[in-house]
């Protein structure tokens, strides 16, 4: 987790949070080779922050905003925690935001 802050040249450091617990970390050895799915929930909850998911749920990832930038230092993250995680395929929303940002991510 880290909150959004003002760093000292007057830029802002944007609030992420990422979730990802033993055994979804389990899973995404086992299951996330393949076939990933990045799912947004697109505000369905009272609060304005996007939440996304890897499915089955393996991770959970919040960010301030729907960028790419924010979408990609969160995949990294996971990417961090699980060195061997490298899918073939991903299935996403069409979101050009979420594209560019898995192909980044993963090349």
Same mark, same amino acid.
């Given at each position: 987790y880290?909150?959004s802050?003002?760093?000292?040249?007057?830029? #802002?450091?944007?609030?992420?949070?990422?979730?990802? !617990?033993?055994?979804?970390?389990?899973?995404? @050895?086992?299951?996330? +080779?393949?076939?990933?799915l990045?799912?947004?929930?697109?505000?369905?909850?009272?609060?304005?922050?996007?939440?996304?998911?890897?499915?089955?749920? #393996?991770?959970?990832?919040?960010?301030?905003?729907? !960028?790419?930038?924010?979408?990609?230092?969160? @995949?990294?993250v996971? +990417?961090?925690?699980?060195?061997?995680w490298?899918?073939?395929?991903?299935?996403?929303?069409?979101?050009?935001a979420?594209?560019?940002?898995?192909?980044?991510?993963?090349?």
């Amino acid at each position: 987790y880290r909150p959004s802050q003002e760093e000292e040249d007057g830029s #802002v450091l944007k609030m992420l949070l990422c979730l990802q !617990t033993p055994w979804q970390k389990r899973l995404m @050895l086992l299951y996330g +080779q393949h076939m990933c799915l990045l799912d947004e929930t697109y505000r369905a909850g009272r609060n304005s922050l996007p939440l996304y998911f890897l499915y089955a749920p #393996v991770g959970v990832f919040v960010t301030q905003t729907e !960028t790419k930038e924010d979408i990609a230092e969160a @995949l990294k993250v996971f +990417q961090k925690w699980n060195s061997d995680w490298n899918p073939s395929h991903f299935m996403v929303d069409f979101c050009e935001a979420e594209i560019s940002a898995l192909e980044e991510v993963f090349k």
